[in-house]
């Protein structure tokens, strides 16, 4: 089965750096996703990581460390627009792609 | 051209109707998925189907059932609907390549509520 974790709920400052943390615990590996997702809206994909390492675009990166089962998600000069849920996502076998519960990130002024 | 189009957006039915939502997309996607989002926003696997094949089915009442007419159409339905099937449910597409970002896209999702 897959398992994933993330915390439910972050508040950062507008012009700040925030870290969104998620681990997991899969049976079969083939990449793992972020989205993200404004109140009401469709999920939006933001970032895909199937080898270890920082895949870094514009004020978004993303860090995937396969051997620890941890990714983390950073976003850089933080916007008020930025107010979402960030859903970690993990591609199992068979295309089934698993979703985490959701962080809910709060930019405050 | 919206990509991952589902209709309807909004449904409002009693309990133990029945009900369907139809879910296309234009992009030669391979797969296609149903995700049901609940209430605390938890968004959950349902159904996946790969060129009109059932690959997926997580424990889903046998009151769901999809049907794949052809690969770019996955749609739903629902039998002798409940109070706990109102939720957002959500039409997606991948195109499943070894190696490569299977990004997902999703439709804008239905509104489901059971009164």
């Known amino acids: 089965g897959q398992n994933i974790d993330q915390p439910t709920e972050m508040t950062a400052t507008e012009g700040a750096i925030v870290q969104i943390n998620c681990t997991y615990q899969t049976s079969g590996f083939n990449g793992l996703f972020w989205y993200q997702q404004h109140a009401g809206e469709t999920p939006t994909f933001l970032s895909y990581?199937?080898?270890?390492g920082l895949e870094e675009k514009g004020r978004f990166s993303s860090f995937l460390s396969r051997s620890k089962g941890y990714s983390y998600l950073l976003l850089k000069e933080l916007q008020m627009k930025d107010s979402a849920s960030y859903l970690c996502?993990?591609?199992?076998?068979?295309?089934?792609?698993?979703f985490g519960t959701g962080t809910k990130l709060q930019v405050i002024p | 051209d919206t990509a991952v189009s589902q209709t309807p957006k909004y449904l409002v039915t009693q309990m133990g109707n029945d009900k369907s939502i139809k879910c296309e997309q234009n992009l030669g996607h391979d797969t296609m998925y149903w995700y049901k989002q609940d209430s605390k926003k938890f968004l959950k696997i349902m159904f996946s189907y790969n060129n009109k094949e059932l690959i997926i089915n997580e424990t889903v009442p046998n009151r769901f059932s999809p049907k794949s007419p052809d690969k770019a159409h996955l749609n739903l339905h629902i039998n002798s609907l409940e109070l706990g099937d109102s939720a957002v449910y959500f039409c997606?597409?991948?195109?499943?390549?070894?190696?490569?970002?299977?990004?997902?896209?999703f439709g804008e999702g239905s509104w489901l509520t059971v009164v």
């Open positions: 997606a597409s991948s195109q499943d390549r070894q190696g490569l970002g299977n990004t997902i896209y």
């Open positions: 996502a993990v591609k199992g076998g068979y295309q089934k792609v698993t």
């Open positions: 990581n199937v080898l270890d």
